[in-house]
């Protein structure tokens, strides 16, 4: 078999060598850091997802080397495949981000914003967005719509109004079962998920509905008030299952587990997926095999916090902008909070003054 | 110049017999005779642009069809007529169905195709008994089914009934309809000339289009090209609807100016009422609007025709668009606002919900419009909404995005200050619900009397 083509395609002025047929996004994923465009609807793991949430919109500058001229439109970056030569606009175009805060902000103008009491706050996809690449106000000033809570299954309950419709559980249920039953009715925006006549769903893995899902649309009912993201320690572990691999990660609170879910990437994304059993039985430790402490992606609260084997993301700027950015003033000269050398996740309890005297290192 | 409605009064054409007997058929039977790339040429010759709003070049389209060995071919025709304003297609199908099997006879040849399909709007549930009897009565004489005209060749039409969405009519979305699924448009490429219906390559052309082929294939592509302008060349149907005197199905060979074509006897016959122009939409509703001024002359001041060159001269700043033909006229009393508003809440209805600018946009233009109207806005909303049609527009998979943003952009764009004034005036602009006059038409002041 021959030697499948590799492509040369410069994200942000980084240039990288990727396999013909690799994504725009999925080469910035290998170079990681900001260049890489947040997506909310694609997920590598399913097939035919993605450019639906058009958050990941970038600015194609060069066609290829053969047609260099520039694409008309901004592209989906995860659903548009690189050609050789093709140059690559993220964050160093200012079309790309205005789009992008156009669509953060209509992302959230039918989001109920309920933060304060949704389970997923802490790794919320789209508070991730909306922080990074949102706007601090909003414009609209009309009624937000609204669903009435559902329950789909016994462990999994709805909540339609936070759905911002990226049909990666649509996704998921047509492809771990073989009925449709999980799917859309009506359209536009008072599209609704819902299930076949208002069904459960009784397959065995329909449990990772819940683990695909952005925002706090899809939640366990096992795990519903239970307990904040950011106070529970997640834990890799497995078990010996007959349905599934049995890798999970555990997030616990002292000895108690309040939660299984699949392991995700650093992207956010199901590394393997996980049965209902494990999901929603296995709430014991003893039926669990520790393996040690999970590392957190920057989709977590907790990578903001105290807690080792933090993934860091890598940081770009000098290739970017083609120079070290000029400080105006070093902070770091004139104070000793926060210095760069000190590891934040390697403090114990809450950082104090005193965690960052020189002499306290000797 | 009469080509595709030149039988259209003649009594009983919508039957076989009577079509049979001015001249139908006869382009199957040169047809036949050629081979399917000598059509394809002839079809490229003529210079026929999709008539279903886009005006991509027919030929073009069905050279760039995809023929790998022992997949089969596909060609649907888009009946989805659902844009606010046309109404082209369906005088076709209802009144001359056989010009339109005939057209799908010709083209399924040429590409092709065994299998052909057409997807009929859910709405239009009459005409689909009149295409199904004229398919009947087409097959029953040789038309249609295994080895026509002793030729080899097999071909079956299909008719499918859509489920009443705008949104189908888009060309992914109709053949995911057509495959039994939620109509929602696919992420191009690929394209359907490559996978399309049943991931197999196909073709998709408006009702016009393929009826279009027939007069291509009697005539001969050569001299078809030189009815019309320049690239607009072979006759259009328009539909007229609005403030004149005779609203109705035109059919021109493009030559005509704007201005002969509302105010003469033998088209539209002048604004209804003796009113004045205000304003126009010149292509079906996702088009830009254009006032009086900008519609009969050029930004430039040259005299602007009914074709697609001139229609989009000057752009979207001071042009529109001849889109599917939905020509749709305006009086100094109707209100643009209230017409943009209209309009918004149709794209906000039709809204498949997939990508979210257009799910979320689209209902966000509307309410702010609805608030105008009915004297609630403020100024900033105005701004608001530019920017909003701004964050829509190209932002989106498919063109709906783009047809939602278009009239409010242009409604902004040429009729500012109607929309500040009905900010200005919430109460009086409620009472007398048409906005401002001061657009029409200065020249053509109907005679007193």
């Known amino acids: 078999m021959s030697e499948q083509p590799k492509f040369k395609v410069t994200i942000d002025n980084i240039t990288i ?35 639906k949430c ?12 053969k047609d260099p001229r520039p694409m008309p439109k901004l592209v989906a970056s995860c659903r548009t495949t690189v050609m050789d030569g093709m140059e690559v606009k993220n964050i160093t175009s200012d079309k790309v981000l205005d789009a992008r805060k156009g669509v953060v902000e209509m992302l959230l103008i039918n989001h109920p914003l309920d933060c304060p009491v949704c389970d997923q706050a802490g790794e919320c996809h789209l508070q991730d967005l909306s922080y990074e690449h949102g706007a601090s106000g909003t414009r609209y000033e009309f009624d937000r719509r609204t669903f009435e809570k559902e329950d789909i299954g016994e462990y999994i309950q709805l909540h339609m109004t936070r759905c911002i419709l990226c049909y990666r559980c649509v996704f998921t249920a047509d492809q771990l079962t073989n009925k449709r039953e999980h799917g859309i009715l009506e359209r536009g925006d008072h599209a609704e998920i819902s299930t076949l006549l208002g069904k459960s769903l009784d397959n065995e893995f329909i449990g990772n509905v819940i683990d695909v899902c952005p925002v706090g649309a899809l939640t366990d009912k096992t795990f519903r008030f239970k307990n904040r993201v950011w106070f529970t320690k997640p834990v890799d572990a497995h078990r010996d299952c007959p349905t599934c691999s049995g890798k999970v990660r555990l997030w616990m609170r002292g000895d108690e587990v309040f939660r299984v879910t699949a392991r995700k990437d650093k992207w956010g994304e199901v590394e393997e997926w996980i049965c209902n059993d494990c999901r929603f039985h296995k709430k014991e430790v003893k039926d669990w095999v520790i393996e040690g402490p999970s590392r957190i992606d920057r989709h977590s609260v907790i990578s903001q916090g105290h807690y080792v084997d933090t993934v860091k993301q890598p940081v770009y700027i000098d290739r970017v902008i083609g120079k070290n950015p000029k400080l105006l003033l070093d902070i770091h000269k004139v104070s000793d909070v926060n210095r760069p050398d000190v590891d934040l996740s390697k403090i114990e309890g809450p950082a104090h003054s005193d965690d960052f005297k020189k002499n306290k290192d000797n | 110049m009469k080509l595709l409605l030149e039988h259209a009064h003649v009594e009983g054409i919508r039957y076989y017999d009577a079509y049979r007997k001015n001249g139908g058929y006869r382009a199957v039977e040169k047809a036949f005779k050629m081979t399917p790339d000598e059509i394809v040429e002839e079809v490229k010759k003529s210079g026929l642009r999709g008539r279903g709003g886009a005006g991509f070049p027919t030929g073009m389209k069905w050279s760039f069809l995809a023929k790998p060995e022992g997949i089969p071919r596909h060609l649907v025709c888009n009946a989805d007529e659902s844009e606010p304003g046309t109404f082209k297609d369906r005088y076709l199908m209802e009144f001359i169905p056989h010009l339109l099997i005939e057209g799908l006879i010709v083209s399924s040849f040429a590409l092709g195709s065994n299998a052909t399909y057409i997807y009929i709007r859910g709405e239009y549930a009459w005409i689909v008994d009149i295409l199904e009897q004229a398919i009947t009565e087409a097959k029953n004489n040789g038309w249609l089914g295994k080895n026509i005209l002793n030729s080899g060749f097999d071909c079956e039409i299909y008719v499918q009934r859509g489920a009443g969405a705008y949104i189908c ?66 006759t259009k149907l328009l539909s007229v ?46 088009v830009p609007i254009l006032p009086a001024n900008l519609l009969l002359k050029t930004a430039k001041g040259e005299t602007r025709y009914m074709n697609y060159e001139s229609l989009s001269d000057g752009g979207f700043a001071t042009g529109s668009m001849m889109g599917s033909g939905g020509f749709i006229v305006f009086d100094e009393d109707q209100c643009v606002v209230r017409h943009t508003m209209t309009l918004a809440r149709f794209y906000n209805h039709e809204s498949c919900g997939q990508c979210s600018p257009c799910r979320e946009g689209t209902g966000w233009m509307y309410k702010i419009l609805k608030n105008i109207e009915y004297g609630k806005g403020k100024m900033s909303d105005i701004d608001l909404l530019w920017d909003i049609q701004r964050k829509i527009e190209g932002n989106t998979i498919c063109p709906l995005g783009d047809a939602a943003a ?27 619900n048409f906005g401002l006059a001061h657009y029409a038409d200065p020249i053509h002041v109907p005679a007193v009397g």
């Open chain 1, 17 to 51: 060598e990727v396999p013909a047929g690799t994504t725009i996004l999925n080469a910035a994923r290998m170079i990681g850091g900001d260049v890489t465009p947040p997506a909310m609807c694609y997920y590598s793991k399913l097939e035919g997802s993605g450019g």
């Open chain 1, 54 to 65: 058009r958050t990941c919109l970038v600015e194609v500058s060069k066609g290829s080397e």
């Open chain 2, 169 to 234: 009519g888009e060309e992914t979305a109709l053949i995911e309809s057509l495959e039994g699924k939620r109509g929602n448009p696919r992420i191009k490429p690929p394209f359907p000339a490559i996978q399309g219906l049943w991931m197999r390559p196909t073709v998709v052309n408006n009702v016009e289009t393929l009826a279009a082929v027939v007069p291509i294939l009697n005539m001969g592509g050569e001299a078809y090209s030189k009815i019309g302008v320049g690239r607009s060349t072979g």
């Open chain 2, 241 to 286: 609807c609005g403030n004149v005197k005779k609203p109705g199905i035109y059919e021109i060979d493009m030559t005509q100016s704007v201005e002969e074509f509302i105010f003469s006897d033998e088209y539209c016959g002048g604004i209804a009422n003796g009113k004045k122009l205000k304003a126009c939409i010149p292509g079906g509703s996702s």
């Open chain 2, 406 to 432: 278009w009239p409010v952009a242009a409604a902004i764009r040429h009729f500012r200050d109607e929309f500040e004034w009905h900010v200005l005036n919430p109460e009086e602009s409620q009472k007398r």
